[in-house]
């Protein structure tokens, strides 16, 4: 493992709502993490299409059973990662007189540019969150909620229609992203623009 590629420590452990083992002793969340850990390293060593679970366990030090025993697939595993990822980001507090665009910017320039430095990370969160599972649909539906109480904190939750159609902007744009038509910085600047054309007023 190479020096740049040090993986960080993931957030702990977060609760039921999108992990598949409710209640996780000491022990068991210290496999998590252990598992996590490893699928970080493996994907930026050879990317999501070769990764797999039995070498997740591997890597980690523990069996490819165990490894199941907390995640239902190599998805599952990214998905949950990326979710853990997002919840290490604030969410600031915004000035609701500044203009719109300015507001939008800040709630999703962190999730934005969670994964700007992570190509093959992105690259596997992206085929992750749209594989059709129960366990990481929860990953995915977990995601989307977080990302629509940030932008309802920026704007106010009174215009859904703005909130839905900047939701759908930045999921777009995030998919484009991970394509590689263009860096997660443009991912910000398209969001600013969507935000300029939308008729929101202030209350």
Do not use: C
Not at 16 to 44: F, H, I, K
Not at 64 to 73: G, I, L, M, P, V
Request: net charge negative; glycine share 6%; aromatic share 6%.
């Amino acid at each position: 493992m190479s020096a740049q590629h040090v993986a960080p420590a993931p957030p702990p452990v977060t609760p039921a709502e999108t992990n598949p083992r409710t209640v996780l002793s000491d022990r068991q969340q210290a496999s998590v993490q252990a598992l996590m850990y490893a699928a970080t390293e493996l994907v930026r060593e050879q990317g999501y299409n070769d990764l797999t679970m039995r070498a997740v366990a591997a890597r980690a030090g523990l069996t490819h059973t165990t490894a199941y025993a907390y995640f239902s697939s190599k998805a599952h595993l990214v998905a949950e990662l990326f979710w853990r990822r997002l919840q290490a980001v604030d969410t600031p507090v915004t000035d609701p007189s500044s203009p719109i665009a300015q507001r939008v910017a800040a709630a999703l320039g962190g999730p934005g540019l969670l994964l700007a430095d992570e190509p093959a990370l992105a690259q596997a969160t992206l085929a992750a969150l749209l594989v059709t599972d129960p366990e990481v649909a929860l990953v995915r539906d977990a995601v989307g909620a977080d990302l629509a109480r940030r932008l309802a904190a920026a704007i106010g939750d009174e215009d859904a229609d703005a909130a839905e159609t900047l939701l759908l902007a930045f999921s777009g744009a995030m998919l484009q992203a991970g394509m590689g038509y263009f860096d997660f910085a443009g991912v910000v600047d398209r969001m600013v623009r969507v935000a300029n054309r939308l008729d929101v007023t202030d209350r």
